[in-house]
């Protein structure tokens, strides 16, 4: 699933992973899980939390790729995150949802997050434009692409339509 922060990969995410039969494997849920564990993986990402940044490509990877390999099929989602991620990773499909950037910094004030603020909303918009965007010209040929600026139910059958046939 790639799209934008607040752009639905989590709600979609599960959504079509119960419709399929197959797990839903969100990046942050794995990497919060390393934290809450007290893991050596999870005390380094828990310090580039603490510092407001974003764990590194090769931290993100060890703790997603044990979680794929022992499954046959899946919902990914937040990973990979950047074209260093996605090295060696090929997919059947790969679902863009595509949001505005107004939509998105509308959903993500909503939630009520603490570190959901203009400014920094505006920070992950830029990081994804730079690190996440090429990875829809690199799936390109199993890209599924949905407007993800509707409501849920709609957006979900769109999905469940164009992924049957």
Known sequence: MLAPPGGGKGTQGTRLADELGVEHISSGDVLRAEVARDTPLGREVKAH????????????????????????????????????????????AVVYLRVSDAVVERRLLGRGRADDKPAVIAERLREYEADTRPLIERYRDVLVEVDGDRPEDEIAADLRDRLKA
Do not use: I, K, N, W
Request: net charge negative; proline share 7%; aromatic share 6%.
């Open 49 to 92: 939390m603490a510092a407001g940044r974003l764990a590194p490509d090769e931290l993100v990877s060890q703790a997603v790729l044990p979680a794929l390999e022992r499954l046959d099929g899946y919902v990914l989602d937040g990973y990979p995150r950047t074209l260093s991620q996605s090295q060696g990773l090929e997919f059947d």
